[in-house]
Every structure is written in C-alpha cells, then in structure tokens.
C-alpha cells in the first residue's frame, strides 16, 4: 500500500478551532471507501479520525461534519464534498501521539484516511494504567482508555438523556476507578437508591463488590440541621415566595447566632460565625419565632411588629418536627453536640468502620423536599474535610452527583440559592484541595453553568 492509497484530500481552511478538507473527486460517490491495511474505511464518517500530513508535520483529526458544499464547480480534482475536522493531536517521529496542536498544518496539506492501528495510539499512553471505558464506535474492537488521575484532579459530567445508560456508565466507571486508584475515595449521593438496594430478605446487593464500598442509609447517618450554613437553613426552612419571607430571614439570622452563641459560648469568643457547624437548639429557635410571633405590648392590647408574621413559617417546622422520616435531621440522637462532628465526617468519606473506597449514601429514603439541601450538605462538608486535611494530597475525593440539575439549578434566586451556592464552591475551589466533582445530569440546561464550565 502506498501513502497515495489513503489521499483522500486537501487542506482548505485552517482556523483555531478547526480546519477543513476538500474531498478528492474520485470519492464522489455513493460509498466513498479507501482501504487501509486491508481495513474498508467509510470516508467522511461522523467521529472517525484522519491525518493531515505535511512535511514533518502530522495532526490526528476527527470528522465533526460533512457537506457536499459547491458539487459541480466544474474543478475535475476536487468533489465539491467537505469534511469539518476537530484536531486532537500530534503524531511525534516516532509515531506517538500527543494531546493538543502546537504545529498546524497549512492549506494543502494532505488528509489521509486512518485504519484501527492508527487510531489505537491515541489511547496508547494510558492503556498501561487499565483504565478502560468502553469501546469506540467507529472501531468496535478498540478499547478507549484515559488518564484515570485527571477524574481526581478535574471535575467531570456524564450528560444524555433519561434512559440513555448514564448510571450503568457511571458505576462501571467507578468499578474500574477503585481498581486502578486505591487510595482514591468516592462519595456517590444515590437519589433514588439505584446503586444499592436490600433484597426481600433485607440483604444489601449493591452495583460494586462489597470489598470496596459501603451503604450508608442518609437516616441513620443523621446529618443534623445545625450543621447547615445560615443559606442552607434559609433553604430548608423558608419559602421564598412568602410575603414575609425578608422578616423570616432577618430574625432567623438573629435566632440562630444567640442560640449558637448560648450553646457554645468559649467558641463564640473565638470568633465563631453564623455558619461555624455547632450545635444549636432547634426546639428553642421554634420558641423563639412562636413567641415572636404572638407577642403582644400594653397589657394584650398592641400586637408586637411581628405579630402574625410567621404563622406558615411555625406550621411547616411543626409538622416536620411531627413527621419521623425527618428525624434523622431535626431529632439527631447521636449528634447532638458540636463534638460529634468529626466522626460524621469520617463516616461520610469512607474512613468510618468499616473503610472502603466508596461510600454510597442513599438519599431514597428521605422526604423530598429536603433532598437537595441535605445532598449539598454532604457534598459541603465532604470539601470541608478535605480543606482542613492536611494530607489531602494524598487523599483524593470525589464527590458524584446523579441527578444534579435538581440540587445545582442554573437559575439564581431559586428555593435551593443555599445549596447551589456550597457546590459551585467546590467547582471552583475543590480541585487546590483534591476534591472533584461528578455531575450527572439530563437536563443540563437547568444544571449550574458555574459548575458545568468548570
Ligand atoms: N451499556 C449498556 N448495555 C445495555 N443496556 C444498558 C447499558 N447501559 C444501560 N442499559 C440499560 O438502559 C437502562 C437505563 O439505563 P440507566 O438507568 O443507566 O439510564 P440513565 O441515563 O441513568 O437514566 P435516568 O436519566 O432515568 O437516570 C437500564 O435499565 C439498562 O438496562
Ligand atoms: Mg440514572
């Protein structure tokens, strides 16, 4: 087989962001085929890969778009047909292949078609680490494999539509991730208890091997209210849509500092703020509105300023007090002091008994609309672990998110500003402190466009 087999055509435009070719007149056909090694290449595929050569330099490229652009232009040598190619990288003398373009080639430059063994050498530099992810399907028999630290040291999403084999992609992903990775740990938020479920017999049958990851039910976790910043109680106790919604937030910023303050007066005098996570009482900050609320001057004759202002606001937080399934976060057993923190924490990174790799903790089971505050929650205080870690370097985490666009909306303003707010952090401050963020998502249009750039 000589070069000339594989010519499929020339460069005409070169830009930044891509490069097209002319297609030779001798492909203007029904099946455009050229043979490599034997191997029938389809021309012009969508996501297959060429090589623009020219002198020294060789450009691996893949076919984002083909039109037939000015068919009879009455050139004899040119088709009239044009590829729109993305370049991936270079093809070094010793035919190894490296990320990006730093030598573009210019117009004329030969585009041949490539064969399997060409593509293969894209890959070829993270094969060693095993870190396979499936197959390309333009080359079947070609496994894909990546650089499995840069899921730790990037953020990632895994986006399609509903149905379209996300979580299965996901937990294969995260199978091969411990394999490859053992001292990385994985926190996956489980909206609907997909990962892990209990058989009839109460048994735990999981997506991964037992060996490397643990079930935790977010019920019993407990994941305590005073743990939440100041924004994520706004979100978990305050319609934003109420008329009196300003006063609400104004005197709960009031209520929860004395009540922080009275609970741990030393860490007060140490500078504490509104969103240290300490302990504070909840059934006294109810007192505290529900006496503002009723509060009367002269003798039962003037209503107070707040008078009636709150009475939605003591109906929904005395329901959810009535409500068990909320008692994992209104009625903490266990943490129940500023001290119990460390091991909540522990317990959420997989360092709790016993240790494994990932931690899957299954939101299913709790109400709904307290889903997203308490999946922030944990991814907040999954960043704070690794901000106060010292060796954080040495303990990459990674924080998964299925279903993100319901607790990350892109909108500002909405019922979930709190929450939204503590996982764009992570987008952008996560990685200094080797925490990554996995989003998954259908929708994401609604999904934070803060987190999604990143
Ligand atoms: N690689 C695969 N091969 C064969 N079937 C698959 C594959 N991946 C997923 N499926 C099938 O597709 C179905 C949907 O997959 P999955 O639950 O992962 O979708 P999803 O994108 O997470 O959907 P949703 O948006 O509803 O969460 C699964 O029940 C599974 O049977
Ligand atoms: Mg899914």
Same mark, same amino acid.
């Given at each position: ?23 030779? =007149? ?19 595929? /969508? ?11 060789? #450009? ?12 009879? &232009? ?9 590829? &729109?190619?993305?370049?991936? !990288? ?20 030969? #585009?041949? =078609? ?56 996901? =937990? ?9 990775? *053992? ?5 996956? @938020? ?13 048994? %735990?049958?999981? =997506? ?10 977010? $019920?019993? @976790? ?23 919604? +300003? ?16 609970? &741990? ?77 460390? !091991? /909540?924490? $522990? ?16 939101? +299913?089971?709790? *109400? ?5 505050? %308490? ?10 672990? &690794? ?22 909306? $892109? ?19 996560? $990685? ?19 987190? /999604?750039?990143?």
């Amino acid at each position: 087989m000589t070069a000339q087999d594989t010519l499929i055509g020339y460069l005409s435009e070169v830009q930044g962001q891509g490069m097209t070719a002319h297609l030779d =007149a001798a492909l203007d056909t029904y099946t455009p085929t050229v043979s490599c090694d034997g191997e029938t290449v389809l021309v012009g595929q /969508l996501g297959s890969h060429v090589a623009v050569r020219q002198a020294d330099i060789q #450009v691996l490229a893949m076919v984002t778009r083909i039109i037939d652009s000015d068919a009879g &232009n009455g050139d004899e040598t040119n088709s009239g047909r044009q590829l &729109n190619l993305l370049p991936l !990288g270079e093809l070094d003398e010793q035919g190894r292949f490296h990320r990006g373009v730093r030598r573009f080639p210019s117009l004329g430059a030969e #585009v041949h =078609a490539v064969g399997t063994a060409q593509v293969r050498v894209i890959f070829e530099k993270f094969r060693d680490q095993g870190f396979s992810l499936g197959h390309l399907p333009t080359h079947p028999d070609l496994d894909v494999c990546l650089d499995p630290t840069r899921m730790f040291g990037r953020h990632f999403a895994v986006l399609g539509q509903s149905g379209s084999g996300k979580s299965w992609a996901l =937990a294969s992903l995260l199978q091969r991730t411990v394999e490859v990775m *053992p001292k990385a740990h994985i926190i996956l @938020l489980d909206l609907h208890g997909e990962y892990c479920w209990r058989d009839d017999r109460g048994q %735990i049958q999981s =997506a991964f091997d037992s060996e490397v990851m643990r079930y935790v039910d977010a $019920r019993q @976790l407990e994941i305590p209210y005073w743990l939440m910043t100041y924004a994520e109680l706004i979100d978990l106790l305050i319609e934003r849509d109420d008329p009196n919604a +300003s006063t609400q937030i104004a005197l709960l910023r009031e209520t929860i500092r004395d009540l922080k303050k009275k609970a &741990n007066p030393e860490l007060f005098a140490q500078g504490m703020s509104i969103d240290s996570p300490v302990y504070f009482s909840m059934v006294e900050m109810y007192q505290y509105f529900k006496a503002a609320n009723s509060q009367k001057t002269d003798f039962g004759k003037t209503k107070g300023p707040l008078y009636g202002q709150f009475d939605e606001f003591l109906v929904k937080l005395q329901s959810r007090f009535n409500d068990s399934r909320y008692d994992f976060l209104l009625k903490p057993k266990r943490r129940t002091s500023s001290a119990s923190l460390s !091991g /909540l924490l $522990r317990d959420f990174v997989g360092l709790g008994e016993p240790k494994r790799q990932i931690t899957v903790i299954d939101l +299913s089971a709790i *109400p709904f609309d307290v889903r997203p505050t %308490i999946s922030a929650q944990i991814g907040r205080l999954a960043f704070e672990f &690794n901000y106060w870690n010292p060796h954080y370097q040495e303990f990459p985490l990674l924080l998964v998110c299925e279903e993100a666009h319901t607790y990350i909306p $892109r909108a500002a303003g909405t019922r979930f500003e709190g929450t939204r707010q503590s996982m764009e952090r992570i987008a952008k401050e996560g $990685r200094k402190y080797g925490v990554s963020l996995g989003v998954i998502s259908q929708r994401p249009h609604e999904l934070s466009e803060t987190v /999604l750039s990143q």
